[in-house]
Every structure is written in structure tokens, then in C-alpha cells.
């Protein structure tokens, strides 16, 4: 009988990266401006991180955040699976692999139909690009609704908040490109 490897969970990783790096909870919230709270649910597996702030996180403890999404255990089906980490309510997968240290990331991202990412939405530094591959999203870009349909894009100010959701009846794929100075 072979011996099933455990998939080590990301929020372990970003724990153990923060330790091994002598990093402080009170240094890592001022640096991601994520709070201590926030950061404690990530690292203990009850909050998984957003995108955005998998590359915040990521920047601040200068890893690649490929490093943080694929698992380094497991047979080769159970990272592949693994390679697609799901949200809440999406799952992402990156495309731009060996990207450590550049400030250009880009996603594959699959929406369940009829979902919305809990929070009060997502805000980082940079610049976001959007292109629906399938479905239908809503992008609100701080008051103002994006109806994003198959071929439509969105490029707009990470800076300002901002969230996603699918308002359609079955999942939508998006590619999404992230550039955080």
C-alpha cells in the first residue's frame, strides 16, 4: 500500500515562510496592510487569500507566488489538482509560472455561477486587466458596475476597492492579469 503524502496548505506555507523570515504579524499587517487578524484566519486555514493578496503576501515575504498556490507533496494527479486553488467562491490558476519578482501576474479564473467573493472587496496597488472567456460577471470598481460578458474586458486601478461576481446561471472563466508595482 503506498503511503498517501499530505498536500501542505498554503496557509501553513505563508506561516512558515513568515517565521522562517523572523517577521512579525505586526510587520507582516503593515507591510500587506491586511490586519493581524486577517492574516492569523490565512495562515490557519480559515480564510483563503484573494489574488491580490496571495501577491501582497507573496511580495512581502519576496516569494514567488506560484511558490504559495502549487503544493510541493503529494503524487503528481494530487498536485496537478492542487495546482488550482479554490476560493470561497473561485478558483485560480497561474499562468505566468517563474514569475518571481516580476510585478506581471496573470490568472485563470473560474467563478461558480451565481456567486459573489465574500468580503468588502479587494484593493491593491497596481493595475488590473479582466477578460471574460465564458459566462457573465459583474466588476464593481468602486460605485461604479461592470457588465462583463464572453470577449468583453475591464482594465481599471486596483487601488480602488473593488469585487467580483457571477451574476449568471452557470460558471463564468475569466483571464486576469495583475500588475503590482
Same mark, same amino acid.
Given at each position: 500500500?503506498?503511503?498517501?503524502?499530505?498536500?501542505?496548505?498554503?496557509?501553513?506555507?505563508?506561516?512558515?515562510?513568515? @517565521? %522562517?523570515?523572523?517577521?512579525?504579524?505586526?510587520?507582516?499587517?503593515?507591510?500587506?496592510?491586511?490586519?493581524?487578524?486577517?492574516?492569523?484566519?490565512?495562515?490557519?486555514?480559515?480564510?483563503?487569500?484573494?489574488?491580490?493578496?496571495? @501577491?501582497?503576501?507573496?511580495?512581502?515575504?519576496?516569494?514567488?507566488?506560484?511558490?504559495?498556490?502549487?503544493?510541493?507533496?503529494?503524487? @503528481?494527479?494530487?498536485?496537478?489538482?492542487?495546482?488550482?486553488?479554490?476560493? %470561497?467562491?473561485?478558483?485560480?490558476?497561474?499562468?505566468?509560472?517563474?514569475?518571481?519578482?516580476? $510585478?506581471?501576474?496573470?490568472?485563470?479564473?473560474?467563478?461558480?455561477?451565481?456567486?459573489?467573493?465574500?468580503?468588502?472587496?479587494?484593493?491593491?496597488?497596481?493595475?488590473?486587466?479582466?477578460?471574460?472567456?465564458?459566462?457573465?460577471?459583474?466588476?464593481?470598481?468602486?460605485?461604479?458596475?461592470?457588465?462583463?460578458?464572453?470577449?468583453?474586458?475591464?482594465?481599471?486601478?486596483?487601488?480602488?476597492? $473593488?469585487?467580483?461576481?457571477?451574476?449568471?446561471?452557470?460558471?463564468?472563466?475569466?483571464?486576469?492579469?495583475?500588475?503590482?508595482?
Amino acid at each position: 500500500m503506498v503511503k498517501k503524502k499530505e498536500i501542505t496548505p498554503i496557509g501553513t506555507r505563508i506561516r512558515r515562510a513568515r @517565521l %522562517d523570515k523572523k517577521m512579525s504579524l505586526d510587520t507582516m499587517a503593515n507591510e500587506t496592510g491586511l490586519s493581524k487578524a486577517a492574516i492569523k484566519q490565512i495562515e490557519g486555514g480559515d480564510k483563503r487569500p484573494s489574488v491580490g493578496n496571495l @501577491l501582497l503576501i507573496s511580495r512581502t515575504l519576496q516569494l514567488d507566488s506560484e511558490f504559495l498556490l502549487k503544493e510541493q507533496e503529494g503524487t @503528481l494527479e494530487e498536485r496537478s489538482q492542487a495546482y488550482t486553488k479554490r476560493t %470561497d467562491n473561485y478558483a485560480y490558476t497561474p499562468l505566468t509560472p517563474g514569475a518571481e519578482n516580476k $510585478h506581471l501576474k496573470a490568472f485563470r479564473i473560474v467563478v461558480d455561477a451565481n456567486t459573489r467573493h465574500d468580503g468588502v472587496g479587494f484593493h491593491h496597488e497596481g493595475e488590473e486587466f479582466v477578460y471574460v472567456l465564458e459566462g457573465r460577471v459583474e466588476v464593481q470598481v468602486g460605485d461604479h458596475v461592470n457588465v462583463l460578458e464572453p470577449g468583453d474586458s475591464l482594465h481599471f486601478n486596483s487601488g480602488v476597492k $473593488h469585487d467580483l461576481r457571477n451574476t449568471g446561471d452557470v460558471d463564468a472563466e475569466l483571464i486576469v492579469v495583475v500588475y503590482a508595482p
